[in-house]
Structures are given as C-alpha cells and as structure tokens.
C-alpha cells in the first residue's frame, strides 16, 4: 500500500480522517483539561494557606 | 480485611496510590493504542461491501461500548455512595461522568460520520441513535445537575439517583436493534456464538477496545484525584502537599 492510498481511504478519507482527527482532540482533551485543573487547584491551596498563615 | 478496604478508600491514601498507576496507565494506553491503529489502520484489508470507510468502526464500537459500560460504573459508583456513604465512591461517580459524556459524544459523531457515505443520511430517528442521544443528555444532567448544587456530598447524592433512574437507558440501547427495526446493525460481537467479523478487523477492534478501558481509568484517576484535592482542600494534607508544589 503506497502513501498516498493510506491517505485517500479508498475514497472515504473525509469521513475516516474526521473520526480520528475529531477522536484525538476529544481523548487529548480529557488528558490536558484535569491536568491543567491539578495545577491550578495546588497553586490556589497554595496561596490561600499562605493568606491564612499571614492573618494569624 | 475492613481495614484495608477503609485505608484503600482514605482520600488521601487513594491520592498518591492514584499518583503512582497514572504514568503506567498513561504508557499501557499509549501502547494499545498504537498496536490498534496499526493494525485497525495499515494492516486490516478494507470491506467487500464498505471499503474503507468500515474503519471508522475501531473508534466508533469501543467508544459505544465503553459510553454504556462509564454509565453502569458511575451509576453502580452512586448506589455506593448512597448506601454506605464512601466519599471516594462519590468521587469515583462524578468523575466518570465527563469521560462517559466524551465517550458518547464520540459514539455519535462519528456514527454520523459512518452514516453519511454508508446509509445516506447523517442522522435518523431511529432507535439505536435515539436511545445514545438520550445517554449523551443523561450525562449533561449528571454534570449540570452536580454543579448546581453548593454543598459536594448533596450534589452527590443527588446525581446518584438521577445516574441510578437513568440505567433503564442501558439494557434499551443494547436491545434496541433487536426490539425495533432500525436502520443500525445488530451485534457482531457482543452476542452468543462466535463473532460474525473477520479476525483481522476483530484484532484491531479488541486492541482499541482495550485502549479504551485503560484511557478510561488514567482519566478517571486523574479527574477523581483533582475531586479530591476540591473537596479535601481545607485538611492539613492537602495544604502542606500544596505547599510543597
């Protein structure tokens, strides 16, 4: 099978391409959003022990 | 035994015991993936009747598969926490919710997209479709409904009982082609007697399938523990793990 075959899909390469295209953002975007959320939640701990710890 | 199961369900315990499966999971995901998509992709020869457009099977079946088999976690996660109040079981629930939405919406779209050049139509009424359009707005409710509600452990319960009334949906997707006439094909491999699909195109499907589960639990255990980060963040642990950061 040559380059340019895998890439045509036998004609269907809209409709294949799509799925998977629209398959790898939905599944990356689950692993990124919570990831992200993590990082945010500590920093925020974070800063509101500190502010706690200040006003004692 | 109780003990282990009480350490086990410790949010703090589960947060780091979490921590350490995330990388495994993550590389065992990536791996099943890769092995499906090389065979789903390069190695299966296309349809006789399909061509190649039958391909879009490796991600559509398991997605289908795994938005019914989230819902039946999520709702079985609820009767947990209603019943003997573990908040990792509550925890557990509302973190399936958005991947089994994820996972549904998947379903559907690319189901569309399957459609269009094989039935003609990008959409039709028909039994199958409508009963995981009803899964997709089952989700939205758990997720809109949790956040509605102020206090974590209300909203729990909550979202338990619709979760819990919405498993009915469950048994009418899977029997919907055989209780009406739909325009979806019956099972091919979730049936008695041997799978009526080549085993060329039932490698690929079975190695996504699998990659799919393991995806399932890497974002379940990384969703569950920013869960427990919000809901424990007033306790000691959380704020000196927060400061080490």
């Known amino acids: 099978m040559s380059l340019n075959e895998f890439f045509h899909m036998g004609g269907y390469a809209f409709y294949v391409w799509t799925s998977y295209g629209i398959a790898l953002i939905v599944l990356l975007a689950n692993i990124l959003l919570p990831a992200r959320q993590r990082r945010k939640l500590l920093a925020d701990i974070a800063r509101s022990a500190r502010r706690a710890r200040r006003n004692t | ?245």
């Open chain 2, 1 to 245: 035994m109780m003990q282990f199961f009480h350490k086990m369900a410790s949010p703090r315990y589960f947060y780091t015991i979490a921590g350490r499966f995330i990388p495994w999971l993550a590389a065992a995901c990536l791996l099943f993936i890769l092995a499906g998509l090389y065979y789903g992709l390069i190695k299966a020869p296309p349809d006789y009747q399909q061509g190649d457009s039958y391909r879009i099977m490796f991600i559509h079946v398991p997605a289908a598969w795994m938005s019914m088999f989230v819902y039946v976690v999520m709702a079985g996660a609820g009767i947990i926490g209603l019943v003997w109040r573990i908040k990792l079981a509550e925890v557990v629930a509302i973190s399936s919710a958005t991947i089994g939405a994820s996972f549904t919406f998947l379903a559907l779209i690319t189901g569309s997209l399957w459609g269009k050049p094989m039935w003609g139509t990008w959409w039709v009424w028909d039994a199958r479709l409508t009963s995981e359009l009803i899964l997709l707005f089952l989700y939205l409710g758990v997720i809109a409904l949790y956040n509605a509600v102020e206090d974590k452990r209300t909203a729990s319960r909550a979202t338990a009982i619709l979760a819990i009334v919405g498993v009915v949906n469950i048994p009418i997707i899977h029997f919907s082609v055989e209780w009406w006439n739909t325009l979806h094909q019956g099972a091919t491999v979730t049936k008695l007697g041997a799978p009526s699909i080549d085993i060329s195109m039932l490698i690929p499907l079975l190695l996504m399938a699998v990659a799919f589960k393991l995806y399932y639990a890497l974002v379940l255990l990384m969703r569950a523990r920013c869960e427990v980060l919000e809901r424990e963040r007033n306790t000691q642990w959380v704020r000196e793990l927060a400061e080490i950061k």
